[in-house]
């Protein structure tokens, strides 16, 4: 199953390759922003690896925690981004939320590339906190845009998506700090 799925993915992979390369080239034309393609090609490349290793070692590779928190940082921080630029202008303050978590991940980020191993125990605590607050504002993000209640053009699979993607994140820092 594992050599079908990286069989499945490697097409997966140029295929969204090729959409960039078109899109970057104006000769595609998609509502999804340049960056939307990027971080969905860097997220099916982070699954590729993960097979990769599953199939040659056997068991799940134990993610490094900072290599882990330096990659789903930068997902959380996209995400936000991604948000504040579909919600309806008229959504100020859901907006202005959006971009208070812009501003908490990239601040993240800069602390996580500052920091070796040996500190990262007091940031994997703040990133936790600042990614239950976040899980929580796409939570109802999701309940907003599939009952009408917030104006947007984010599908509603889109908010289910990134909620998903702040859980998983979620259950990475969990795990990871019981080790
Ligand atoms: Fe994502």
Redo the contacts with the bound molecule.
Sequence with gaps: MNRNVLCLLDGLIAFKEKILREVTACSLYTANYPLLIE??LR?AKLYRQTITVLEEKGCMPSEELKKSELFWNQ?MM??AMFIRGLLDPTECELMQTADDFVGDYCRLLEEARKQDCRTMDELTIKTLETTEKYRDFKAAGAEGITLCRIRSVILPLLAD??LR?ANHYLRILKNEGRR
């Design positions: 971080h969905i997220e997902i996209e995400h998506h990134v993607e």
